[in-house]
């Protein structure tokens, strides 16, 4: 049987200095692993760390928290085949991570396909080991002190137990870090003798490692809607203190926490269209993946479906969209999407990467590796709005 498997990827990614565009590649998955268990009675979310095959090498990547139900509820074990929807190409102590933030499972047969070796080591002109039975445990993080960008000595002086690399004074100076988030926790709430507060925690990463960031009460209102997982920030003005280990399972020696001075904006990219006429989505492929634009003709109400796979509810909510060739097209909205989606003043939306679906004829749907701009800046939008 022909391997699945999409070739040549791993060696791609090992290579790449960024994460390719419209690269949607079909890998098995070799081994799945808790990783870094906080200790017993701490609230932290379990991560996971992932072996991906293209067959010929193997890489390892990590599992967006989004997506532990797939562990959890077995939809994600040894040999599973999968489509990569939506993932990032981190950097991490000079090791490449893949953070995988949407993906598909495909039909196989379960048999593991060729005998893979570590990228890393081939790559490094050492012999390659052929790949375990389990994920290393090894963790990529942060050296100490990575969120400062003060220069530090040329080598460290002072006492002869480790004080960590010496600073001059002339090299201290606010900071600014530019980071992922890979983990956002859920708000949790406290009361005790001391009064009542709440509290969220982020992961944060770059190319040279990660850090646990948290705030408290009212930079949960003022952070929290906005640090979304998967997206990047610039990130100033926070203090930096000594990690707690029995509350995080992030491998840094230090981590932030966000104050009422604290800045956190959006690093927003261009995003890049391929619109598709609706007259023209006849032409595509059921399955395919799409990008349109349209004025929102009408916003049904919010309804729930029970999921085969888990038997668990998820919200979904119709919006009906029209554009300039006078077509119209149902595209369905799920989760936390359709939830916030009350749009009802015909506002131009751009959708990127959204599913084409042959139910009740050509019919589009949003999932999580897929975006939504509303009344974007962009020609077709001013187009739509002249209409």
Known sequence: MAS????????????????????????????????????????????????????????????????????????LEKNTVIKLTSFVINTVQNRKLIIILALERQNWNGQKVGNPVNVDQRAAGGVASPAPEAA????????????????????????????????????????????????????????NQRGEGKLFSVTLMDETGEIRATGFNDQVDAFYQLLEEGKVFFISKARINIAKKQFSN????????????????????????????????????????????????????????????????????????????????????WGKTAENFTHYD?????????KVSDFGGRSLSMFSSATMAINPNTDEACALRGW
């Open 250 to 333: 992030v491998n840094n020696e230090y981590e932030i926490t966000f104050e009422n001075q604290t800045e956190i904006e959006p690093s927003v990219p261009e995003i890049k269209y391929n619109f598709t006429k609706l007259n023209d989505l006849e032409s595509l492929q059921k399955d395919a993946t799409t990008d349109v634009i349209g004025v929102v003709q009408e916003v049904h109400d919010l309804g729930q479906i029970t999921s085969k796979a888990t038997q668990k509810p998820f919200n979904k909510r119709d919006i009906q969209l029209v554009d300039q060739s006078g077509q119209s097209v149902r595209l369905t909205l």
């Open 136 to 191: 290393p445990v090894t963790n990529g993080a942060a050296s100490r002190g990575g969120a400062s960008n003060a220069r530090p000595a040329a080598a460290p002086r002072g006492p002869s137990r480790d004080m960590g690399p010496i600073f001059p004074i002339e090299g201290l100076s606010p900071w600014t870090i530019k980071a992922r988030v890979t983990q956002k926790s859920d708000i949790k709430h406290w009361s």
């Open 4 to 75: 699945p498997l999409t070739a040549g990827f791993c060696q791609r990614a090992h290579t790449a200095s960024e994460t390719p565009e419209g690269v949607e590649p079909v890998l098995q998955v070799l081994s799945v692993k808790r990783i870094n268990s906080p200790a017993s009675g701490a609230q932290a979310t379990d991560r996971y760390r992932v072996i991906l095959s293209d067959g010929e090498y193997f890489i390892q990547s990590m599992l967006a928290t989004q997506l532990n139900h797939l562990v959890e509820n077995d939809e």
């Open 346 to 354: 015909h506002p131009v939306v751009a959708f990127k990467g959204v």
